[in-house]
């Protein structure tokens, strides 16, 4: 638009969305998701969160979240829902019809997690029928999208491709370093620096 030589003036209607002081909802609030809240917390953002295991008060203070035991009260609370969980066999479609008529016609759904979390046609639907504002997906089931998938064409959903982890040539080098780090580790018999264990 800055540059196109057909622009005469600017519209003034592209307003977007305050997020100061709105409502944001984690689900999942593992090292990621604590992550995403202090950074929503340099934005004044009002924080709730839902996860298998409450964190621990301490931490919910550093961070400024409150927790709810019901996934279903922080999605008819929060003006912004992200998802930030592992994909198994409970989070597996874990956002459905169900769920996305309990959350505000204003509210937006973020997904950073896997695209399987996320009922993708319901989330067409909730899309194309206003039931939520917007969507915003890094991930999706499949990946990519077949080239003619409607939602591709919707003005109220963004899609990136996967590229949370690939942000920038340092957190490359870093998750590399990580590997390698990992991998030297098993090599040598010590402790696995990021060893993730089955729960």
């Known amino acids: 638009i800055a540059v196109s030589p057909d622009m005469k003036y600017f519209a003034v209607d592209w307003l977007g969305v305050e997020v100061t002081r709105v409502m944001l909802g984690i689900v999942g609030m593992g090292s990621i998701g604590c992550k995403v809240a202090q950074r929503a917390r340099a934005f004044n953002m009002r924080i709730l969160?839902?996860?298998?295991?409450?964190?621990?008060?301490?931490?919910?203070?550093?961070?400024?979240?409150?927790?709810?035991?019901?996934?279903?009260?922080?999605?008819?609370?929060?003006?912004?829902?992200?998802?930030?969980?592992?994909?198994?066999?409970?989070?597996?479609?874990?956002?459905?019809?169900?769920?996305?008529?309990?959350?505000?016609?204003?509210?937006?759904?973020?997904?950073?997690?896997?695209?399987?979390?996320?009922?993708?046609?319901?989330l067409l639907e909730a899309l194309q029928n206003k039931v939520i504002r917007a969507a915003a997906l890094d991930v999706t089931y499949p990946e990519p999208l077949p080239r003619n998938h409607p939602g591709l064409n919707l003005n109220n959903i963004i899609i990136t491709p996967h590229i949370g982890t690939v942000c920038s040539v340092q957190a490359i080098h870093m998750m590399a370093e990580e590997a390698i780090a990992n991998m030297l580790a098993v090599l040598n018999g010590q402790p696995i620096p990021s060893e993730v264990l089955p729960k």
């Not at 298998?52 to 400024?64: L, S």
């Not at 709810?68 to 829902?81: G, H, I, N």
């Open 49 to 122: 969160y839902h996860n298998r295991n409450q964190r621990r008060k301490e931490e919910e203070e550093a961070i400024g979240a409150h927790y709810c035991a019901k996934m279903e009260e922080l999605l008819q609370q929060s003006d912004f829902v992200m998802l930030v969980v592992n994909l198994t066999p409970e989070t597996h479609k874990l956002i459905e019809k169900k769920e996305l008529g309990l959350m505000k016609p204003t509210a937006a759904l973020i997904n950073i997690s896997q695209g399987a979390v996320i009922d993708q046609d319901a």
